[in-house]
């Protein structure tokens, strides 16, 4: 397995800016990258997939980045609102095979908190 | 549309107990499913996954196992918990790149 980083400090941001959050890996690059939200005592959910050999992913207010060459991932909230107040995880496919979907590994997650 | 439902939503138990924790999951055929847990402050640690009735693989050695006794439902268990099996468990399921996660358990081992 490989180490994923990301940022263990809360994200404190206040409303209408925009969040950026760092995804860091250490070994391989993955077939592809995935960001969830999670919510205190709930489980995750899917926002964002960007595959490796995309650059930039667009959901609504979100963007995510893929950099295999930094093996870096940056995710983007931006004009963000206090909705948005989260943790914020990045999972990485740990599969190569069909057989195996679903074998992510997962970061500790960067906890965002959008103030008024 | 597909749900996943996974129970209960809290448990207390003493150490040395026995543990079920049961999902299921509706409106899918033949999903790959999976056991998580997550440490206070920790990313999710895959514990189990399944890609088909009666098979497991175990990615965490420890004294929790899993079953998968029909297509959508799937089972994690102990003989007697120890109080490092404390966490908040989660089961998900895919047929694709991306996974949906249940409410999730909270454990506490006393």
């Known amino acids: 397995s490989q180490k994923i980083e990301q940022n263990s400090e809360a994200l404190n941001i206040q409303e209408g800016k925009t969040a950026t959050l760092t995804c860091n890996y250490t070994?391989?690059?993955?077939?592809?990258l995935q960001w969830y939200r999670q919510d205190p005592g709930r489980g995750p959910v899917f926002l964002l997939l960007?595959?490796?050999?995309?650059k930039e992913k667009r959901k609504e207010r979100l963007k995510v980045t893929f950099d295999t060459t930094l093996k870096q991932s940056l995710f983007h909230i931006t004009a963000s609102q206090p909705a948005d107040s989260a943790t914020y995880l990045c999972?990485?496919?740990?599969?190569?095979?069909?057989?195996?979907?679903?074998?992510?590994?997962f970061g500790a997650g960067t906890q965002v908190v959008v103030t008024p | 549309s597909q749900t996943i439902h996974q129970w209960p939503a809290t448990l207390v138990q003493p150490v040395g107990s026995p543990l079920s924790l049961e999902c299921t999951v509706e409106g899918t055929s033949n999903p790959n499913l999976y056991w998580y847990r997550q440490a206070a402050g920790r990313g999710l640690q895959l514990l189990f996954y399944s890609v088909g009735i009666g098979q497991i693989s175990s990615e965490v050695p420890q004294n929790l196992s899993a079953s998968r006794p029909q297509d959508r439902q799937f089972i994690l268990s102990s003989k007697k918990l120890l109080l490092s099996d404390s966490g908040f468990y989660l089961c998900?399921?895919?047929?694709?790149?991306?996974?949906?996660f249940g409410s999730g358990t909270q454990l506490s081992v006393l």
């Open positions: 070994n391989y690059s993955p077939a592809y």
């Open positions: 999972a990485l496919d740990m599969s190569m095979t069909t057989d195996s979907w679903g074998k992510l590994q």
């Open positions: 960007i595959r490796e050999n995309e």
């Open positions: 998900a399921w895919t047929s694709g790149e991306k996974l949906f």
